[in-house]
Every structure is written in structure tokens, then in C-alpha cells.
């Protein structure tokens, strides 16, 4: 299956810490997110197997990192990602077989993490 990028608002490419390669990006969840859809019928929330998904993509498209995960590291999930919220995603390049990332509202973390490369 294809995976199915949010429709962002914002989305830009610039220098994180120490001149590092990140992508900045914002998005509306919307309510008919397929990914939604069963994750949980009377309660949505955003799935965190998407979130590491749409991460490993972003970094595939902009930096041809491989697909394919060799290990997740200080993998946090602080809060749900709801329909309807506004969720800023901040993806930095750390190494070539290394990046993190932070969805955020606000000052409010919702998930980060690092994830490394095969």
C-alpha cells in the first residue's frame, strides 16, 4: 500500500541544530484521514505506526534514506493526535543512517523520536 501523506499547510526544508539537514512541515488532521479508519471507531486517533511512516517517507522522498527501519530509539508518545488538530512535524537528518523527529502542537509535544537505517 501507498502510504498517504497529510495535506500540508506549511512545508519547508531548512538547517536544524549544528546546520543539519530538517524539513518543517504543518498539517490539519482530517476527520476522513484514512488511517482513522477503524483506529478507533467511536474514539479516532492517529496511529503511531503512520506517524513512523509518513516520517521514513518524507526522509525517502527528501534525502533517499532507505525505507526499510533498523531499530526506533527514545520513542515517546505523550498525547493523541486527534481529527481536526493542527500538528506541526519537525524531521531532522542527524546522521546519514539517522534522523528525528517531533510532531508538536504548539509547545505541546505529541510524539518524537529517533529513527535509524539499514
Known amino acids: 500500500m501507498q502510504t498517504q501523506l497529510p495535506k500540508f499547510i506549511l512545508f519547508s526544508e531548512s538547517a536544524g541544530?549544528?546546520?543539519?539537514p530538517a524539513l518543517?512541515?504543518?498539517?490539519?488532521?482530517?476527520?476522513?484521514?484514512?488511517?482513522?479508519q477503524g483506529h478507533f471507531p467511536s474514539a479516532p486517533?492517529?496511529?503511531?505506526?503512520a506517524q513512523l511512516d509518513w516520517v521514513v517517507q518524507l526522509a525517502t522522498e527528501h534525502w533517499?534514506?532507505?525505507?526499510?527501519?533498523?531499530?526506533?530509539?527514545?520513542?515517546?508518545?505523550?498525547?493523541?493526535?486527534?481529527?481536526?488538530?493542527?500538528v506541526d512535524l519537525f524531521i531532522e537528518r542527524k546522521r546519514e543512517d539517522c534522523v528525528t523527529f517531533k510532531y508538536s502542537d504548539g509547545d505541546k509535544a505529541l510524539s518524537s523520536g529517533r529513527l535509524v537505517f539499514n
Do not use: H, W
Open 64 to 86: 533517499s534514506t532507505p525505507t526499510s527501519i533498523q531499530r526506533i530509539e527514545v520513542l515517546k508518545f505523550n498525547d493523541m493526535i486527534l481529527p481536526g488538530a493542527t
Open 45 to 49: 486517533i492517529l496511529p503511531g505506526v
Open 24 to 36: 518543517n512541515g504543518q498539517f490539519q488532521l482530517e476527520a476522513d484521514c484514512i488511517y482513522l
Open 17 to 20: 541544530e549544528n546546520e543539519k
